[in-house]
């Protein structure tokens, strides 16, 4: 499975992002943001970071990049678009996610681990996966979704929430939700759940003497679905 | 021609830093201070003569970059 991580000014863990795809198989590559164009892939991953230093709105800069064309024309045509932090929040601002991530309700930046609720399994991510609650790592200042009452309904309708905060038993409440993200959510989809946006890291936790191996089983998930 | 845009979080959104500067306002004996909301400011220049067209502009930049309509409201003044 080809994988390409597109670098912007301030990226930060698209290096992480590399060397968990390889670790696990994909055949990665690293793109420029002023590239043109990306090339053959099966996966495309905005890594997280603190593209064009967060400026005007975090991931809006982004948005509007050289690159970002070419993410969106592969995302409309079925392509696995995965944005992890700081790449959900530039998927929201180019509107191939609903929503928008704005600063965490107690104004912290939070770096943890934490626990989250596999909410879908229709997709080429989450299918098959044999646990319900992932520990993943997360570390950001805006991380707070929020999206109108509408675009909520229709998450849940068409079951677009792919992630939830949780407890380790996967309870989902106030106590559990580290930002005050509308209804713990910490990552979606678009309709198509072909484009998933989420905060957490899970290429942070592929390595079972330094974090824990849940991304492992995310990864290996995607490849098995591939096949 | 400068234009000068206001962005301000919609009613209702959520504003933690507007709340965190409420409540230092009380705390400095501003007792009478109820609701911050805080916004962002933008002075544009645009290469252009005619009024009306340059906030014309300034409007498409809004709906584009400068604000995200999903939580802001923006103001051309």
């Known amino acids: 499975m080809r994988s390409s991580v597109i670098i912007f000014p301030g990226s930060n863990c698209d290096r992480d992002m590399d060397v968990a795809l390889k670790k696990f198989g994909f055949k990665n590559q690293m793109v420029w943001h002023n590239d043109q164009s990306i090339p053959k892939s099966d996966l495309i991953v905005l890594p997280g970071g603190f593209s064009y230093g967060d400026y005007l709105r975090c991931g809006s800069i982004a948005s509007k990049s050289k690159i970002i064309k070419s993410v969106i024309d592969f995302a409309n045509s079925g392509g696995l678009v995965l944005g992890i ?114 905060m957490p890291h899970p290429e942070r936790m592929i390595d079972k003497y330094l974090s824990g191996e849940d991304g492992s089983l995310f990864f290996k998930n995607i490849l098995d679905n591939f096949k | 021609m400068k234009i000068k845009v206001i962005v301000t979080l919609k009613n209702g959104v959520l504003d933690p830093q507007g709340k965190a500067i409420q409540q230092t306002l009380n705390g400095m004996n501003f007792g009478n201070v109820e609701d911050v909301r805080q916004g962002k400011f933008f002075e544009i220049e645009v290469k252009e003569k005619d009024e009306k067209k340059a906030k014309s502009l300034v409007d498409e930049m809004c709906k584009k970059l400068l604000a995200n309509l999903v939580i802001e409201d923006y103001k051309i003044v």
């Open chain 1, 85 to 198: 932090c700081n790449g959900f929040q530039i998927l929201t601002e180019t509107g191939l996610l609903k929503g928008i991530l704005q600063q965490n309700k107690f104004l912290n930046f939070i770096c943890s681990n934490v626990f989250v609720k596999v909410k879908d399994k229709q997709n080429k991510y989450f299918k098959d996966l044999k646990k319900d609650v992932l520990e993943l790592h997360i570390a950001h200042n805006e991380g707070n979704y929020f999206c109108s009452d509408d675009e909520l309904k229709l998450l849940q309708d068409n079951n677009q929430i792919a992630v939830t905060y949780c407890g380790e038993d996967g309870t989902e409440n106030e106590a559990t939700n580290p930002n005050g993200a509308i209804k713990n959510i910490a990552g979606i989809f678009n309709e198509n759940k072909n484009v998933l946006g989420m």
